[in-house]
C-alpha cells in the first residue's frame, strides 16, 4: 500500500518475497538496465504526480511553494536542485517518496505549534502598535511575518481542503489514465483457466480440477486471472463468492459457492495460473528431472502438440496422457521454432522427442499419518461418509503405512471396492471406498500446511513429520535417522552450500511434510535435504541427506515446466481504452479498500505488506512483462496512495482533511494541543509501520 507522510509521500505495497541474491544477479546484468530506468522513471512519476496535485492547487490558491522536492533532503542531503522563480526544485538524496513545502508549513508538529504561537504573538504586537495610531509595523528578519497572506495557514478552509485533497485526486485522475494508455497500447492478461489446485483448498473442496475454466466470478463475466484475485479479495469469505465452471473434459457447466481460505495470510481459493505447451525462454539453464533428460534434448520455445501419437492441445490434456503413463518413457511430436535472429527465418520444425520417466525422489522416511483434513465435492470419499477429522488406520486389513504413496498403492484398485477403516471418535470403523481413475494434478507446493493429496479418494490427509518407520539401506538411515525421531525444520542446500541461506520450512508445529516431498521433485538431482532433528529423548542435531531416485514411484509433470497462457487486452478505440481505465482503476481502489478493511479486522496478514524495496521489486517485474504491465503496475500503486493517503489519520492527508472538517463545522481549528498530540500519534503509527515494511523487505520480519 502507500503511505504519505503529510503532504510528502512514502511508499509500501502489498506483495510477496523474493530472494534478495536473484534480484542482486538480476540488477547487474547490462540487460536489465533499461529496466531499471523504466522503474525508477514509473516510480519517480507517480510520486510526481502526487506532488504536482498539491503544488498546482496551492500555487492557484496563491500559496508560496519554497520547495518541490523528489525524495527526501534530510540534513540538506540532495543529489541536484534548481531554484526557478520563488520554488527551489530537486531530487532528495533518500529516495522514500516526496514533498512541496509551502510557506507557514512544517511536518514537525512541535515546529508548526511554535511557528503558530509565534505568528499569534507578532500578529498581537503588530495589532497594538497599529491600534496606537503609529505607523504600520517596521519589516522584519524573520521570513515568515505573522499569518503571511501567501501562507498555507492563512488560506480560507475550502481553499485548504483544495490543497490537501488535490494530490490524492491527481493520483486517481492519473490512475485513470495510465490504466488507459495500458490497455490502448495492449496488454498481455493470463486467463482464468486453471493448472492445478491447492490440495484441501477452497477449490479443490469444490471439487475443481486441472483443465477447468472459470468463466464468471459473480456478475464478471469472461474474466481474466486478475479478475479472479479481486473478487476473491473484496468478496464476502463467510457468505462465499459464485464462481460459474466450465470442464472442457465433459463440456459440463456448473456454479459453485466458494467460501476462500485465509491460512495463508489472504484469501485465496488455491488455483494456480494456466499452463500452455510451449516451454519458456529460461530452459537453457535445465530442467528438473526427466524433462532434462530428453533426447533429443528440449529447447526453448518448443511446443509440445502430441504424446504417443495421440494430438493434445491443453496442459489438462498432457496431464491426463502422461497420468497413465507415467513410468513409461514418451514419444513427444514437438513442433520447434527457428533460431531468433535466422536470416532468413526457416520454417517451423517438426521433431520427435524421447522423454524418460522421472522417477520420484524420496528419503526412505515414512511419516505418520495425521486426521483427515479436507473432502472433496463428489468424490468416492464423500461417497463413502468420510470426514474430516477421520483417520484411517487400515486399507484392505494392512495397516496404513506410509501416507505419501498411499495414493500410487491405490491405482491397481480404481473401480473396485476397497475396505478402510477408520478412526472417528475414538471408535473404529470399516467403510468401503471405490478409487476413481486420475488424469489430474493437484499441488502440494501451492503454499505450506498444505496436506497430503489422495487423489484416488478424493481426500486430503495430514502428516505429521514424525517418523514412524525409515527403509533399510535409504539415505534417512545412512543419515542415522531412526523411528520416533521428529523433523523440526527442512532445508534444501544447492550444490556447494554447506549451510541454509534461506530460513527453513517449520516442521515442528506445522504438517508441512507433504510440500517438502513435493518440492523435491522440482529441484536439481544434487539437491541435498538439511533437517533439523529432535530424537525421541529431546536431543536436537542437523542431518544433511541426498534423497535418491525411488524404483517403482514417478513424477506425472516430468519435470516440464511451461510458459504461462494469456490473452491480450487491448481496447478498439479511444473511448474503449477509458472504458476499461476507469474499470481498472476502479477495481484498484475498490480493491486497496477491501485490503485495507480486511487488514483491520485481521482477515489479512499484515506480513504481506512490502516497503519500497518490495515496490522496486514488483516494479521491475512487471517492467520486463512489458511497458503496458508496467503501466497497470504504477495505476495500482497510484491508487494505493490515493487511497491510503486519504485515510483519516493525523500526519496524512486524511488527518489534515478531519482537522479541516472541524474547523469549518466548529468555525475555528482545533486546539494546537490536541492537534500536536495527534500529530504525533500518528507520524509514531506510520514510523512503526515503515519499519515493519523495512524489516520484511530486508527479511529480518519473517513473511509467514
Not at 493437484?442 to 495430514?462: K, N, R, V, W
Amino acid at each position: 500500500m502507500g503511505l504519505c507522510l503529510n503532504d510528502g509521500c512514502v511508499l509500501a505495497i502489498l506483495t510477496g518475497p523474493v530472494a534478495a541474491a536473484t534480484w542482486m544477479e538480476w540488477i547487474l546484468q547490462p540487460s536489465s538496465w533499461s529496466v531499471i530506468l523504466q522503474v525508477a522513471g514509473g516510480l519517480g512519476f507517480v510520486i510526481f504526480v502526487h506532488e504536482l496535485g498539491h503544488f498546482l492547487v496551492a500555487k492557484a490558491c496563491g500559496v508560496k511553494c519554497e520547495k518541490f522536492f523528489l525524495g527526501f533532503d534530510v540534513g540538506g542531503l540532495k543529489l541536484a536542485s534548481f531554484k526557478w522563480g520563488e520554488t527551489e526544485y530537486g531530487i532528495g538524496a533518500i529516495p522514500l517518496g516526496g514533498y512541496v513545502k509551502m510557506l507557514g508549513q512544517d511536518d514537525n508538529p512541535a515546529a508548526a505549534a511554535a511557528e503558530a504561537q509565534r505568528a499569534r504573538a507578532a500578529g498581537a504586537h503588530a495589532a497594538g502598535r497599529m491600534g496606537s495610531g503609529d505607523l504600520p509595523p517596521e519589516p522584519t528578519s524573520d521570513p515568515h511575518p505573522a499569518w503571511d497572506p501567501r501562507s498555507y495557514p492563512a488560506q480560507s478552509v475550502p481553499k485548504r481542503m483544495a490543497i490537501i485533497s488535490a494530490g490524492v485526486i491527481m493520483n486517481v485522475i492519473f490512475a485513470v489514465l495510465m490504466a488507459s494508455l495500458a490497455y490502448g497500447l495492449g496488454v498481455k492478461e493470463l486467463t482464468c483457466a486453471i493448472s492445478s489446485v491447492r490440495t484441501g483448498g477452497a477449490a479443490w473442496r469444490a471439487g475443481m480440477r486441472t483443465g477447468d475454466e472459470i468463466t464468471a466470478i459473480g456478475d464478471r463475466q469472461d474474466p481474466i486471472f486478475s479478475d479472479l484475485r479481486h473478487g476473491v479479495t473484496v468478496g464476502d469469505v463467510a457468505k462465499g463468492i459464485d464462481f460459474t465452471i466450465y470442464r472442457p473434459a465433459d463440456q459440463s457447466t456448473r456454479t459453485l459457492s466458494l467460501k476462500p481460505d485465509t491460512d495463508l495470510g489472504a484469501p485465496t481459493i488455491g488455483v494456480t495460473s494456466p499452463f500452455s505447451l510451449t516451454l519458456p525462454p529460461d530452459i537453457s539453464a535445465g530442467l528438473p528431472g526427466a524433462a532434462g533428460l530428453a533426447e533429443p534434448p528440449l529447447a526453448a520455445g518448443d511446443t509440445i502438440r502430441s504424446v504417443d501419437g495421440t494430438a493434445v492441445a491443453t496442459y489438462a490434456e498432457l496431464i491426463a496422457v502422461l497420468a497413465g503413463r507415467r513410468g513409461e518413457p514418451v514419444r513427444l511430436g514437438v513442433d520447434r521454432q527457428p533460431a531468433a535472429g535466422k536470416q532468413p527465418a526457416g520454417p517451423v520444425e517438426s521433431l520427435e522427442i524421447v522423454l524418460p520417466p522421472q522417477p520420484r525422489r524420496v528419503t526412505g522416511l515414512e511419516m505418520t499419518a495425521g486426521p483427515i483434513k479436507a473432502i472433496q465435492a463428489d468424490s468416492p470419499a464423500a461417497a463413502a461418509g468420510l470426514e474430516p477429522g477421520d483417520r484411517i488406520v487400515a486399507v484392505a486389513g494392512e495397516p496404513l503405512g506410509d501416507p505419501l504413496t498411499l495414493d500410487e498403492r491405490l491405482e491397481g484398485r480404481t473401480g473396485t471396492e476397497v475396505s478402510l477403516t477408520i478412526s472417528r471418535a475414538g471408535a473404529d470403523r470399516e467403510v468401503t471406498v471405490v478409487p476413481r481413475v486420475v488424469t489430474w494434478r493437484d499441488d502440494e507446493t501451492t503454499g505450506l500446511a498444505c496436506p497430503q493429496s489422495i487423489a484416488s479418494l478424493g481426500l486430503a490427509l495430514e502428516v505429521d513429520a514424525v517418523v514412524t518407520a525409515v527403509a533399510p539401506g535409504s539415505p534417512a538411515a545412512e543419515a542415522g535417522l531412526v523411528a520416533g525421531d521428529r523433523i523440526l525444520e527442512a532445508n534444501f542446500l544447492a550444490e556447494g552450500e554447506e549451510a541454509p541461506t534461506d530460513q527453513g520450512i517449520p516442521l515442528a508445529d506445522e504438517a508441512n511434510w507433504p510440500a517438502v516431498a513435493a518440492m523435491l521433485q522440482r529441484l536439481p538431482a544434487d539437491t541435498r535435504l538439511r533437517l533439523q532433528v529432535a530424537s525421541a529423548g529431546g536431543e536436537k542435531r542437523a542431518v544433511t541427506l541426498l534423497p535418491a531416485d525411488a524404483a517403482d514411484r514417478f513424477v506425472v509433470d516430468r519435470g516440464l515446466v511451461f510458459e504461462p497462457v494469456y490473452r491480450m487486452m487491448k481496447a478498439g478505440s479511444i473511448a474503449g481504452a477509458f472504458r476499461r481505465g476507469f474499470r481498472k482503476a476502479g477495481e484498484d481502489l475498490s480493491l486497496v479498500y477491501s485490503f485495507l478493511g480486511k487488514l483491520t479486522s485481521n482477515s489479512i496478514s499484515p506480513r504481506l505488506l512490502g516497503g519500497p524495496i518490495e515496490i522496486a521489486k514488483q516494479a521491475g517485474k512487471s517492467a520486463e512483462e512489458g511497458f503496458g504491465r508496467l503501466l497497470l503496475f504504477l495505476t495500482m500503486l497510484s491508487a494505493n496512495l490515493a487511497v491510503v493517503n486519504f485515510l483519516p489519520i493525523p500526519v496524512l492527508d486524511g488527518g489534515h482533511m478531519v482537522f479541516l472538517l472541524y474547523e469549518l463545522v466548529r468555525g475555528k481549528p482545533p486546539s494546537e494541543n490536541v492537534v500536536a498530540a495527534l500529530s504525533y500519534l500518528g507520524l509514531a503509527l506510520i514510523l512503526t509501520m515503515m519499519m515493519f515494511v523495512f524489516g520484511l523487505d530486508l527479511g529480518f520480519i519473517p513473511r509467514r
